[in-house]
């Protein structure tokens, strides 16, 4: 997998005032980490954009600060937009130590098909979209994949204790959460689809009043 590289220089404008940068395309963003001194920092934003898109908050990124020779390796900890324009507001940086575990949430994805699932009478209730592992940097995984295959009846689950995971990966959630399951569908949403297929169905078409009147 190729190296994510990112390149951020110091930031000397504060508070309220970072909107000015963000006006000419730059983000506001925050260093920090465990035994290091926090840094305001500022990047481009459209290299942040294409960076959160390539790393989510799982990937290890290579950090080049001006002035520094060695890259800081980080994970991205949290990053906040604008929900109305979806503008990023701004973003924060955790520093890792490669010998030091590291505590993130990681996305869960389902893969494969519940058998179940083939009757309408039944749906699939996720109920936990990532889970908190604990693990060195080089092991993070950037989703956790959960095999559905196995729910064939109504009210199976799948708990976090059923998760199969790496040895070197701890998930620091209760083992007994379920995260996803088969459930019976509401009478009223069956009946509600039954109906739009009735009227989504096409319609003979009615006789013209000629032919009526022949």
Not at 11 to 32: A, C, D, M, N, S
Not at 69 to 93: N, Y
Not at 125 to 136: I, N, P, Q, R, S
Request: glycine fraction near 4%; hydrophobic fraction near 40%.
């Amino acid at each position: 997998m190729d190296k994510i590289e990112l390149k951020v220089t110091n930031r000397e404008i504060l508070g309220k005032k970072v909107k000015h940068l963000r006006r000419q395309g730059i983000t506001p963003v925050h260093l920090f980490g465990h035994g290091i001194e926090s840094l305001a920092l500022q990047c481009d934003t459209g290299e942040l954009e294409r960076v959160l898109g390539q790393a989510g908050q799982t990937r290890l990124i290579s950090l080049k600060l001006d002035k520094e020779k060695k890259p800081r390796t980080i994970v991205i900890r949290e990053f906040d937009r604008d929900w109305r324009k979806g503008q990023l507001l701004h973003v924060d940086f955790y520093q890792v130590k490669m010998e030091e575990k590291i505590k993130l949430e990681v996305p869960v994805v389902l893969v494969g098909e519940a058998p179940a699932l083939k009757s309408k009478t039944y749906m699939l209730e996720h109920e936990l979209g990532t889970l908190t592992v604990e693990c060195l940097p080089a092991k993070i995984p950037t989703s956790l994949e959960v095999d559905i295959s196995s729910l064939t009846e109504p009210e199976q689950t799948i708990r976090i204790k059923d998760v199969a995971l790496d040895k070197d990966i701890t998930v620091l959630n209760n083992p007994e959460l379920v995260v996803v399951k088969i459930s019976s569908r509401p009478v009223e949403k069956i009946e509600e689809e039954v109906a739009e297929e009735a009227v989504e169905a096409p319609e003979e078409a009615a006789p013209s009043e000629e032919a009526e009147e022949a």
